[in-house]
């Protein structure tokens, strides 16, 4: 039997932040440092060690965040390897769209205070 598995290498700094899309049924694995796993709409988060792995059971995204220096590895068994989005494109998004939003008279209070700057 032939087994094919592809894998995503991700590489944090020190505070980085990565978002991840599409990784049902994949497997993080921490190589290196600590990596804070936080899945969209479920409870408790997950720090990985090195040599330490997660199954990604949900098709919600997961944003991945590290304490100091980290790499893993995303693995998949077949098919395309998830899609991973750096955060900062992210945000950068956001903060393009705040203007039009503040066109609409929205209130300053009601914008997270991480994007006002």
């Not at 039997?1 to 590489?11: P, S, Y």
């Not at 049924?25 to 990596?35: D, F, H, M, P």
């Not at 990985?48 to 990604?56: A, C, T």
């Not at 100091?68 to 899609?83: D, F, I, K, M, R």
């Amino acid at each position: 039997m032939t087994h094919v598995q592809q894998e995503t290498r991700i590489e944090l700094g020190r505070r980085d932040s990565f978002l991840v899309r599409s990784a049902q049924g994949q497997r993080l694995r921490c190589l290196s440092g600590e990596v804070w796993l936080t899945v969209e709409r479920e409870s408790g988060d997950v720090i990985l060690g090195p040599g330490q792995d997660y199954r990604i059971e949900t098709a919600e995204p997961l944003v991945l965040s590290a304490f100091c220096p980290s790499q893993c590895v995303l693995e998949s068994a077949a098919g395309a390897p998830a899609t991973a989005v750096c955060i900062e494109r992210l945000i950068a998004f956001v903060r393009a769209a705040i203007p039009w939003q503040l066109g609409r008279k929205l209130p300053l209070a009601g914008l997270p205070s991480t994007l006002i700057r």
